[in-house]
């Protein structure tokens, strides 16, 4: 029997989002039905809601969330009702070439479930991300859902779902980061704190923070950053160069997504160093660089898709490091939140007020 529960949508392009009541059918073949405990509030739900992604409105918004399989439908083995799980939206399909070349970040057949979501009227929801989990339930692909330790705080396992993981990954993962290196965050944010962390974790011997906001490098200060810059009064590049024996960093994350940022981090890495862009940067932006310092500095330049992660590899370990103290996804709720504060928490990220605003079910 279809549910009736409590969710939050964007109906129309720029409209405040509204609480409103979301159907939700039994789960049918390949498909679960989540009870969700924890959601964060991140920028891509307010992207949807001003049509900035597409314009099949009404969204149901919310894609960061952990909670507990309540049904399962046919063929359904990798979990089963009573799990605790985290929600990812790439579900990869395992046989496509991007999965079969080791690149399952790009799978070209991501599941999403098959059946819609809808208002009492009828009218079908799209789910953020393919997702939709500022909702007392959510249907998704079974595949979406990863199985992890249950000792975790909902609202802390939920974050990997989506900002800290898009960090945390494009330092562990996509940076490659190692011990020893010096690694260069610039913006943090939600994301570069995330990736401050994954450096940190990664063994990293000198971590510089850049932004133009003296809270946000006080956060990345406590979360392990070695140096900050404030970009705003200071050049990047050359603190950086400094703060690194002169050389550039052997990794820079950008994690802003604006011209200036990704030429700052571009200059900012060492010879044969790596840049790794994780700022989503506009259709409109450009960027304008000598093709000589292109082949002169070598290395490589990167761009990194939700942290490159694996769910099913890297959500269970990355718990188990929070569980055992030596990874603070604590820090990165600066608030939690009831259903009907979505709105307030957006006007709150856009003052650049939170790291993260959680919504608790
Ligand atoms: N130089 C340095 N830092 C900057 C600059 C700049 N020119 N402009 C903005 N910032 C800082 C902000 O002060 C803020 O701390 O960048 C940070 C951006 O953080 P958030 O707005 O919290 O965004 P976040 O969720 O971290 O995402 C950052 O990564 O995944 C992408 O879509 C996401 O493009 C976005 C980026
Ligand atoms: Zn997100
Ligand atoms: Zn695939």
């Not at 082949?295 to 992660?309: N, P, V």
């Not at 990165?332 to 079910?361: C, K, N, P, Y």
Request: aromatic share 6%; glycine share 12%; with cysteine.
């Amino acid at each position: 029997m279809a549910q009736h529960v409590r969710g939050v949508i964007a109906r129309t392009k720029n409209a405040p989002v509204e609480l409103t009541t979301v159907v939700v059918p039994d789960p049918g073949p390949g498909e679960a039905v989540v009870k969700v405990q924890a959601c964060g509030v991140c920028h891509t739900d307010l992207h949807y809601r001003q049509g900035g992604i597409n314009d099949e409105f009404p969204f149901l918004l919310g894609h960061e969330a952990a909670g507990i399989v309540e049904a399962v439908g046919e063929n359904v083995t990798d979990v089963a009702p009573g799990d605790f799980v985290i929600l990812n939206w790439r579900a990869v399909c395992g046989q496509c070439r991007a999965c079969l070349r080791g690149r399952p970040w790009y799978c070209f057949n991501t599941h999403n479930a098959t059946q819609k979501m809808t208002l009492e009227d009828g009218t079908a929801l799209s789910p953020a991300l393919g997702i939709g989990a500022f909702v007392e339930k959510t249907l998704v692909a079974a595949g979406q859902c990863t199985k992890v330790d249950p000792a975790a705080s909902a609202a802390a396992a939920g974050l990997l779902g989506c900002g800290v993981m898009a960090g945390l990954g494009a330092a562990i993962n996509t940076g490659g980061v190692g011990r020893g290196d010096s690694v260069a965050v610039i913006g943090c944010g939600g994301v570069g704190n995330a990736a401050v962390v994954g450096a940190r974790l990664a063994g990293a011997a000198r971590i510089v923070a850049v932004d133009i906001d003296d809270r946000k490098l006080e956060t990345a200060k406590k979360l392990g950053a070695t140096h900050t810059v404030n970009s705003a009064s200071t050049d990047a590049v050359e603190a950086i160069r400094e703060l690194t024996g002169g050389f550039g960093a052997d990794v820079v994350i950008e994690a802003v997504g604006r011209p200036e940022t990704y030429q700052q981090a571009f200059y900012a890495r060492d010879l044969a160093g790596t840049v790794v862009l994780v700022g989503v940067p506009t259709p409109e932006m450009r960027l304008d660089l000598p093709l000589l310092d292109v082949f002169g500095r070598g290395g490589a330049l990167k761009s990194s898709w939700y942290g490159d992660c694996l769910p099913s590899r890297d959500f269970p370990m990355l718990i188990d490091l929070y569980l055992q103290g030596r990874l603070d996804l604590d820090a990165f709720v600066t608030e939690t939140i009831a259903l009907d504060e979505v709105e307030q928490a957006f006007e709150r990220m856009h003052a650049g007020d939170v790291l993260r605003s959680v919504v608790l079910l």
